[in-house]
């Protein structure tokens, strides 16, 4: 193998949340008296950090708006998240074989670090990833 290593993003590359993302974004913006953003705004954000996607639907630069959305988003997404995240077919046979010729594999996203665990333990894969960098591991987000 060419490779010692390939490093994953998780949202539109491995699997699919937006279910699971706009009903936790549009729990936020009604807590803090927004109206509910369309999917389709949604649907750009993700990938953004929690805070740019508030910005980006609300138009508020606010830290500490952003922060406390961030914590209502959380509230939601611990309820539904997982269970609404749609793996991609080809992921588990891709790292299975990726594994099969030496090759580690990591994950580094916006998504919480223990997102991301208990996504790989749900489709039983979590044994084939190496590393995982999630929001709360960095100090920058991407």
């Not at 389709?40 to 929690?50: Q, V």
């Not at 580094?108 to 894969?125: C, E, N, P, W």
């Amino acid at each position: 193998m060419k490779y010692k290593a390939v490093i994953f993003d998780f949202d539109y590359t491995l699997g699919d949340c937006t279910e699971g993302i706009a009903a936790s974004v549009n729990h936020g913006l009604k807590k803090m008296g927004y109206e509910a953003g369309e999917l389709e705004d949604i649907r750009k954000t993700i990938g953004l950090s929690l805070k740019e996607t508030f910005a980006c639907l609300t138009g508020s630069r606010d830290q500490e708006e952003a922060q406390r959305f961030s914590i209502y988003f959380k509230e939601k997404s611990d309820q539904v998240m997982v269970e609404h995240t749609r793996l991609y077919p080809a992921v588990g046979p891709a790292f299975e074989e990726l594994r099969r010729q030496g090759c580690r594999i990591g994950i580094v996203t916006t998504k919480y670090h223990y997102r991301i665990d208990q996504i790989l333990d749900k489709f039983q894969i979590a044994g084939l990833v190496d590393v995982i960098v999630g929001a709360e591991d960095v100090k920058a987000e991407k």
